[in-house]
């Protein structure tokens, strides 16, 4: 379908061009409609790599620290401009959490 769709093109344009000029501006012309046409399919295979992938164990795990210390450290730095006490206990939450991820991490790759 690919190919011929390009040589659909080639020839419309082919029968359009008659100077030697108009002939590079057709090779410049193809060549954009071929890579337009390679760049979309690229993106759909992409999309359906996406669709159809299944997480892993650890890349469910890694997804629930790191949502929990995104949210510890968005509080800690909500809380630096009032309360610096609870500032700090919160990003001494933050940093167990990452500890607490790669003790995971190296406990799921050692499997």
């Known amino acids: 379908m690919f190919i011929y769709d390009s040589y659909k093109y ?3 344009l082919l029968v359009l061009c008659r ?3 108009d002939f590079w501006l057709f090779v410049l012309k193809l060549l954009y409609l071929y890579l337009i046409l390679l760049y979309n399919q690229i ?3 992409k999309f359906l790599k996406d669709i159809f992938k299944t997480k892993t164990e ?11 210390h995104k949210h ?10 009032t309360n610096r006490k609870a500032s700090d206990a919160k990003y001494a939450e933050a940093d167990a959490i990452s500890k607490e991820l790669d003790l995971l991490i190296r406990k799921i790759e050692n499997k």
């Open 19 to 21: 100077s030697g000029l």
């Open 72 to 81: 510890a450290m968005k509080e800690a730095y909500d809380l630096s401009k």
């Open 58 to 68: 650890l890349e469910k795990v890694k997804l629930k620290y790191i949502k929990a």
């Open 43 to 45: 993106a759909m295979l």
């Open 10 to 12: 080639a020839i419309i």
